[in-house]
């Protein structure tokens, strides 16, 4: 079964809103990672937050983590036609090898 | 560093042939990852290395499979015989050993079987 996984499946905005995607795991892990990948390539390691950590910044990116809810979020602020892209969780369940989610695929409309 | 490099980035083959796959890690790196991308099953691991050791390849589909690490900066894929639901796109990922690193990942090879 998936160990992450991420909502919503797709999410359309207009340039310059915020985008939110969540990711929700089932058992207990050291870190989780989010990723991009814009068609055609691979993918992008963006955030790594340790479990022990509850939110991390990296320019327009900001990363929460509730391990009480098994679920993080990621958020990009004032987003561009560039951000589209799709976007993946890993979480490492108990440590082991990272398990990528679905994916939620964002499409920001110029 | 130029990054993970694989080759080729497409690859078409018949039912049949012998399909290899191909990886140069990023140097100082020591964890390789095979992974394989389909639209119904989304990312899958097949098989990762640590210091050139395979450690676990519980996800490699079926005999057919077979990946080897002859050094610690490439690594290769092979499929033989292929078959046509073997058609997707294949990434290597690889990551300095420890926790909290993340991967990079590689362009990967778009194999396509007819």
């Known amino acids: 079964s998936q160990q992450g996984e991420e909502d919503p499946q797709a999410l359309s905005i207009q340039e310059g809103e915020n985008a939110t995607m969540n990711c929700s795991y089932k058992t207990s892990i050291n870190n989780l990672q989010w990723y991009r990948q814009n068609s055609g390539r691979g993918l992008v390691h963006l955030i790594l937050i340790r479990s022990n950590e509850r939110e991390k910044h990296s320019g327009r990116l900001r990363v929460t983590l509730d391990t009480s809810k098994k679920s993080s979020s990621l958020l990009i602020t004032a987003s561009r036609a560039a951000d589209t892209a799709s976007y993946f969780c890993?979480?490492?369940?108990?440590?082991?090898?990272?398990?990528f989610g679905p994916g939620t695929r964002l499409s920001v409309l110029p | 560093d130029a990054g993970v490099i694989q080759s080729p980035r497409h690859e078409v083959t018949e039912m049949g042939q012998e399909v290899t796959l191909r990886c140069k890690l990023i140097s100082g790196h020591n964890s390789l990852f095979w992974y394989r991308q389909t639209m119904m099953r989304g990312l899958e691991l097949l098989i990762y290395f640590n210091n050139n050791v395979p450690i676990d390849d519980s996800g490699m589909p079926e005999d057919r499979f077979s990946a080897k690490m002859p050094n610690a900066s490439f690594s290769t894929l092979k499929i033989q015989p292929s078959e046509p639901r073997d058609s997707a796109v294949y990434f290597c990922?690889?990551?300095?050993?420890?926790?909290?690193?993340?991967?990079?990942f590689g362009s990967g090879t778009r194999l396509t079987v007819v």
């Open positions: 990922a690889s990551t300095p050993t420890g926790e909290n690193y993340g991967y990079t």
């Open positions: 890993a979480t490492d369940a108990h440590g082991q090898n990272f398990v």
